[in-house]
């Protein structure tokens, strides 16, 4: 099979890198990484009053991310942008609070076995191909971003809330995170050249109003589940509701209910959606790859429902999904903070210092990866994963924050990717103008415009 690369920035020395990035003054952190970032282990990110220092050894970012002393929490940044959306909740929080409040949403976790979960997957993915068929009827142009998103959302509404969501709520929820991600003030570059550590991070009215809008959405989904009494759902959000404090006995209040909710929902989705955005971009370019996948589908589940277990037999389209995780992981950096001064391993870092572990530059190292920047799903099939580096390949993190909803993720991703494709073709309308940011997520920079047919075997079929 030829090498496919699909879009990336160009590698240009620290000080091009930086001057691209204020140029463009759209806030992408990828088009600030010097070409040095992918063959350096351990290296200061140009100059900054705090310190940036990168950290490609993967023995080093386990290090980091296990943290079992809570000297590296997540950095200061990272949580100020986040607070307006989603609060002091489990995906910002630390130490002690981060502990009682895992502790408090662990019985939550158990309605994300798969077991229970997949049936809703199954219902809006036959939902979601229902309206791409109509799309693919009138020939309209559509937004692979926005498809990707509304079907992800749909699939964890119906898991955290037991409903499908609103078609318009969708919509105003991927328009406003998308003014959040674009707005927030994490990724003004020059915060991070310029600020101290833990200055306040101060967001813009829009932003502050895109988060209060979606906040609003969880909220009446929420009120809808509390006005129902005990006993009504048996879902994530009825589990998290009746969660209580094992010392205080104390539940969560409605604004803490919003926060911890707000990431089942948030992270449930929009991570998901980021990675499917690229994986179809890739299938659309790749004929080959796309035909591959077909073949599989056809062999394991013909042209019937995709089942459960057909699902678990579709390895070449899991490593699809793995392979766009590594070259466009949906979290680019996961920054942290020294809270003191420290050294890791011999490398020094003063107090405030912000260690940035990124997947981006770490799956694509030339020391860990064969032909780095090329799409091989191959390199995710039995009998070549053991060429992987241990710590090398971090999607979901690693240590005890690592993503609980991984396997979530992959079977709803290769449900997505094995349904759609057996059914249709996307035309995307400007391939070449493709590339990716990274913000709080790796997306395309411009959204992925595009037009829809049914695949032609499919349309026989039926």
């Avoid at 997957?121 to 799309?135: G, N, R, W």
């Avoid at 929902?265 to 299938?283: K, M, P, R, V």
Wanted: charge should be neutral; hydrophobic fraction near 45%; glycine fraction near 6%.
């Amino acid at each position: 099979m030829e090498d496919f690369k699909p879009p990336r920035p160009s590698k240009l020395p620290a000080v091009l890198s930086l001057l691209r990035t204020v140029w463009r003054g759209d806030g992408d952190l990828l088009s600030l990484l010097p070409g040095e970032a992918f063959s350096m282990k351990v290296g200061e990110l140009g100059f900054s009053r705090r310190s940036i220092k990168l950290f490609n050894d993967p023995d080093l970012v386990r290090t980091i991310l296990q943290d079992t002393k809570s000297v590296y929490p997540k950095s200061d940044l990272m949580v100020g942008a986040l607070e307006p959306l989603i609060g002091d909740s489990i995906f910002v929080s630390d130490g002690e609070k981060w502990r009682r409040q895992r502790a408090m949403i662990d019985p939550a976790f158990s309605k994300m076995r798969l077991s229970l979960a997949f049936g809703a997957m199954q219902a809006a993915v036959a939902d979601h191909s229902a309206k791409l068929a109509d799309a693919a009827g009138s020939g309209a142009v559509v937004s692979l971003d926005q498809v990707m998103s509304e079907l992800t959302a749909d699939i964890i509404c119906r898991t955290v809330f037991s409903t499908s969501l609103d078609a318009r709520i969708s919509r105003d929820v991927f328009e406003d995170f998308a003014i959040f991600e674009r707005g927030v003030a994490q990724v003004k570059i020059w915060r991070l050249i310029v600020d101290p550590a833990w200055s306040k991070v101060r967001q813009e009215a829009d932003v502050l109003a895109a988060c209060a809008r979606i906040r609003s959405h969880l909220g009446e989904l929420i009120d809808a589940h509390i006005a129902a009494g005990p006993g009504a759902y048996d879902d994530i959000a009825s589990e998290v509701i009746a969660a209580r404090d094992a010392d205080t006995g104390e539940a969560f209040t409605r604004e803490e209910l919003i926060d911890q909710l707000g990431v089942f929902f948030l992270a449930g989705h929009e991570t998901t959606a980021s990675a499917l955005t690229w994986a179809f971009y890739i299938l659309a370019r790749w004929p080959r790859v796309l035909a591959r996948l077909r073949e599989e589908v056809a062999e394991v589940a013909g042209e019937g429902e995709i089942t459960f277990e057909a699902v678990r037999k579709m390895v070449f389209a899991r490593s699809i999904f793995r392979e766009t995780l590594r070259l466009y992981p949906p979290i680019t950096f996961m920054p942290r903070v020294a809270l003191e001064p420290q050294t890791i391993g011999v490398h020094k870092v003063r107090k405030g210092a912000l260690l940035m572990i990124s997947p981006w530059t770490l799956q694509r190292h030339q020391s860990y990866w064969t032909k780095p920047d090329v799409f091989d799903p191959d390199r995710f099939m039995p009998g070549r994963e053991a060429d992987i580096q241990q710590n090398a390949y971090i999607p979901f993190g690693a240590g005890p924050h690592t993503c609980i909803g991984a396997g979530f993720a992959a079977v709803e991703a290769v449900l997505i990717l094995a349904g759609l494709a057996r059914r249709f073709d996307f035309e995307l309308l400007d391939p070449h103008a493709v590339r990716p940011a990274a913000r709080l997520t790796t997306r395309p920079a411009e959204q992925i415009r595009m037009t829809v047919r049914p695949h032609e075997a499919s349309a026989r079929a039926g």
